[in-house]
C-alpha cells in the first residue's frame, strides 16, 4: 500500500441507509435552484456588500449616505448596490433626485440576523 493510501477514509458500502437516501432524494430541490441557492450565497462573500446590507439593517440611507459611513467611492457603492438589487437583497425609493435604499424584505434581515447569531455563538 502506498503512504498516502493509508491516510484515505474507504467506504466499502457495508451500510447503506436507503429510507434516508430516499428522503432526501425525494426532498433535495432541482438543481436549478440549488445552483441559485449557491449564488445568493455568495454575493454574502463580499465585505464590502456585507456593510451596506448591515447599514441597511440599521436605517435606509442614499449612496453618499453609505459612500460617507463605509469610507468607499460613491461608484464603488453604486456598483455593489447593482449587483445587491440584482440578488433581490435591496430595494429602492426616489425622493425627487434623491435614490433610498432599503433591505428588500424580512428574509434579508433574517438572513443577517442569523449569520450574526452563528458567529456570535
Given at each position: 500500500m502506498i503512504e498516502s493510501e493509508k491516510n484515505i477514509e474507504k467506504c466499502d458500502y457495508l451500510c447503506i441507509h436507503e429510507d434516508?437516501?430516499?428522503?432526501?432524494?425525494?426532498t433535495?430541490?432541482?438543481?436549478?435552484?440549488?445552483?441559485?441557492l449557491a449564488e445568493?450565497?455568495?454575493?454574502?462573500?463580499?465585505?464590502?456588500?456585507?456593510?451596506?446590507?448591515?447599514?441597511?439593517?440599521?436605517?435606509?440611507?442614499?449612496?453618499?449616505?453609505?459612500s460617507q459611513l463605509l469610507n468607499v467611492s460613491q461608484t464603488a457603492v453604486s456598483h455593489q448596490l447593482r449587483?445587491?438589487?440584482?440578488?433581490?437583497?435591496?430595494?429602492?425609493?426616489?425622493?425627487g433626485k434623491n435614490v433610498y435604499y432599503s433591505l428588500a424584505d424580512d428574509h434579508v434581515c433574517s438572513i443577517i440576523n442569523q449569520g450574526l447569531d452563528h458567529i456570535n455563538e
Open positions: 434516508n437516501i430516499n428522503t432526501v432524494k425525494e433535495m430541490p432541482n438543481d436549478e435552484t440549488l445552483y441559485d445568493l450565497f455568495k454575493v454574502f462573500g463580499d465585505s464590502t456588500r456585507i456593510k451596506i446590507l448591515y447599514a441597511l439593517f440599521e436605517a435606509e440611507l442614499c449612496v453618499c449616505d453609505i449587483i445587491l438589487k440584482t440578488n433581490k437583497l435591496v430595494k429602492f425609493r426616489k425622493e
